[in-house]
């Protein structure tokens, strides 16, 4: 986005901003209303519609959700399928061995638990918020920080209509500056806003680097015989066996919907690892392709996780605001659920935020944030499981499982991690590896009934984007994917992006590097993935990206 001059750009100014409309932000903008009536907020979505952008399995652990709103139920939220079935299974090529749930630590059980859509749950919550007097602006999309020195003390947002070549076009709006006495950054993993605050004031220092996964998903309609609603199945192992961490989730949800997802965790080494592909394989298991069969996708979409857990959360207040959910990094990855810690972060920031206001504050660090995430319900979700990824990233699945495991039961029971914290090192983009030292994977083709190649996937996304404003996807040097990239490693941006977004085109004049902005999910793989961290996610105007309807 340009940087309009001053003169050009209205301001409001509120008590609290909010960037982004998922279940942090939500809740916090509900949370500060409760409150306090008085107090003004604004919550500011880049999607089309609250819940355009959001992408969760989703098993809900209701724990968030029964402190922000305690009668949920009988004010109709969308959260009606308990988890009744609940199945671990690791799969070779061409059968499954199913582990018993006795030897899984109690957290692991997901009884009591919702499958739900969270983007139909967040569409619930901004009625709740609008509902409290709470102001809420969809295709609004928060491009720059309004700094006053090393304070934050807002957001631009509406900037519109500029052309390719990032001049204002004839329909051009230069946005609007929203200053708030509190500025809450709730975009989500690796938010382009978060990234910079984080990066300005060194907000990650004295922490471990945050590790990622990327996650894809498919809503099928299966055949009603074959649907079993509240099933829960979670795998691992085959086809990604050494190649990479990850694993699959199987949730049989509401309307014979089966929500089918692959998490491949990014700091995999060989570079010619397609994960879109492995997905699109993962669903020929015997086990899966039998479900599947004669069903329908309906259905795509694709986001990046936060991996990196409890040594990964940096510094979350700063002047002037907070990080929340997923810009903090809050997602328990054994459980691979972040929802419910996403909500408790918005309550504890608008506690926090609340107090502050009341005692006449403003622009100052929200502390008691801090301390209240590390140690409340939040801590204690995350230091129970936090040596389960570095452990699969260091020594592989079967030692997860069993040293993750005891280091959890024996946390779970004393509260205690007998194995201290291990540390995750490398940067998921430092940790791949040069195409000299790997084979090219062979990947079986698309068969158009299971599997689906990316481009017909990503129209199962509505993503759409206005062709003639400039690519939100920049590159720091043009050069680096042809020069570097490609010939160090098979310029692997071809393959981690799960929208097609990028092409390695040969012409006459030798390789070129084309980028498809049109296609992008906004799941920001690139901005983590690139070994040479070339890449740079910004956002688009807004409005534009994924237009999921129930995901």
């Known amino acids: 986005m340009t940087d309009a001059p001053q003169n050009e750009r209205e301001s409001m100014e509120y008590d609290v901003v909010i960037v982004g409309a998922g279940p942090a932000g939500l809740s916090a903008a509900i949370r500060l209303k409760q409150l306090d009536p008085e107090i003004s907020v604004v919550v500011l979505e880049k999607g089309s519609e609250v819940g355009a952008h959001i992408l969760s399995g989703a098993v809900l652990d209701p724990s968030g959700l029964n402190r922000l709103i305690p009668d949920w139920k009988e004010k109709g939220a969308p959260i009606s399928t308990e988890v009744d079935d609940d199945n671990f299974y690791v799969l070779g090529e061409g059968g499954q061995m199913r582990v018993p749930n006795w030897p899984m630590p109690p957290l692991m059980n997901n009884h009591g638990n919702y499958i739900v859509s969270m983007g139909n749950v967040c569409r619930w919550l901004a009625e709740q918020a609008e509902g409290l007097g709470v102001e ?7 491009s720059q ?20 070549d990032g001049t204002p076009g ?21 938010g382009s806003l978060a990234k910079e605050i ?46 990479a961490g990850g694993g699959s989730f199987i949730y ?23 994960p879109y592909m492995e997905f699109q394989r993962f669903k020929h298991h015997p086990m899966v392709a039998e479900l599947l069969a004669g069903g329908k996708r309906v259905a795509y979409g694709a986001r990046a996780i936060t991996e990196g857990g409890w040594q990964s959360i940096p510094e979350l207040s700063f002047d002037g605001g907070v990080l929340l959910g997923c810009s903090a990094g809050l997602v328990n990855v054994p459980r691979i659920k972040g929802n419910h810690n996403a909500m408790i972060s918005g309550i504890e920031a608008a506690d926090a935020a609340a107090a502050a206001l ?18 409340g319900d939040i801590a204690k979700d995350l230091k129970k499981v936090r040596n389960v990824k570095p452990i ?20 779970n029971l004393t509260g205690w991690n007998p194995l201290g914290t291990w540390k995750h090192g490398k940067t998921d983009a430092a940790a791949t590896g040069k195409a000299a030292d790997f084979k090219p994977i062979d990947y079986p083709k698309p068969d158009g009934k299971l599997s689906f190649d990316r481009l017909t996937n990503v129209a199962f996304s509505f993503t759409n984007h206005e062709e003639s404003q400039p690519s939100h996807l920049k590159l720091k040097d043009p050069s680096i994917p042809i020069s570097v990239n490609l010939p160090q490693y098979a310029e692997p941006a071809q393959r981690y992006c799960p929208a097609g977004v990028y092409e390695v085109i040969e012409d006459s004049n030798g390789p070129r590097f084309q980028i498809n902005f049109q296609n992008c999910v906004h799941c920001k793989t690139c901005d983590i993935k690139d070994p040479s961290q070339n890449i740079v996610w910004t956002t688009p105007q807004g409005g534009d990206g994924p237009n999921y309807p129930n995901m």
Request: glycine fraction near 12%; hydrophobic fraction near 40%; charged fraction near 20%.
């Open 136 to 142: 809420i602006f969809p295709g609004m999309a928060a």
């Open 252 to 274: 049989h949800f509401e309307d014979n919907q089966v929500l089918v997802g692959f998490v491949v965790h990014l700091n995999y080494q060989n570079p010619y690892l397609y």
């Open 392 to 411: 699969w990233s260091r020594l592989g699945l079967w030692p997860s499982l069993a040293l993750g495991g005891f280091d959890m039961w024996v946390a």
């Open 170 to 190: 004839p329909m051009y709006e230069p946005g609007m500056e929203l200053h708030g006495k509190y500025v809450f950054i709730a975009e989500g993993v690796r």
């Open 145 to 164: 920080i309004v700094w006053d020195g090393n304070r934050v003390r807002g957001v631009v947002a509406g900037e519109m209509g500029l052309n390719a």
């Open 358 to 375: 009341a005692a006449g504050r403003e622009g100052d660090r929200l502390t008691d944030y801090d301390k209240a995430v590390r140690s």
């Open 198 to 243: 984080i990066t300005k004031l060194n907000l990650s220092d004295g922490h471990e680097p945050q590790k990622f996964g990327i996650g894809m998903k498919e809503i099928w309609e299966v055949d009603p015989a074959k649907f079993k609603k509240g099933r829960v199945v979670h795998t691992m192992g085959w086809p990604l066996g050494s190649n």
